[in-house]
């Protein structure tokens, strides 16, 4: 899975300034047991310390086949939210990261 610092122009990286808190929109699918709780282990070994929160209620998808959770997190670096995009990308049951 691409990651969001991977196509973007040169000079991208210096635009943020870090520590930055960003709102990721992570979708996963619907039939994974205990979804957020994998999700949320697997973001504190990516993210070295429990700086995340989620935001509001999930939403499912019209279907059902999905949830999507809004999680604010707070990052030192380009390479801690690369290696989290890169990360999350490895879960099976993890669809999109926005």
Do not use: C, W
């Not at 504190?44 to 929160?53: E, F, I, S, V």
Request: proline share 4%; charged share 20%.
């Amino acid at each position: 899975m691409p990651t969001i610092l991977e196509n973007q122009p040169k000079g991208f990286k210096e635009l943020l300034q870090f520590p930055a808190t960003l709102d990721l929109r992570i979708i996963i699918d619907a039939l994974e047991l205990d979804g957020l709780t994998k999700l949320q282990q697997h973001l504190t070994t990516l993210a070295g310390k429990q700086d995340y929160a989620v935001q509001g209620e999930p939403r499912v998808s019209s279907n059902g086949k999905y949830i999507s959770y809004t999680i604010r997190v707070t990052v030192d670096s380009a390479d801690t939210l690369n290696g989290i995009y890169k990360g999350l990308g490895t879960l099976a049951f993890v669809k999109h990261v926005l």
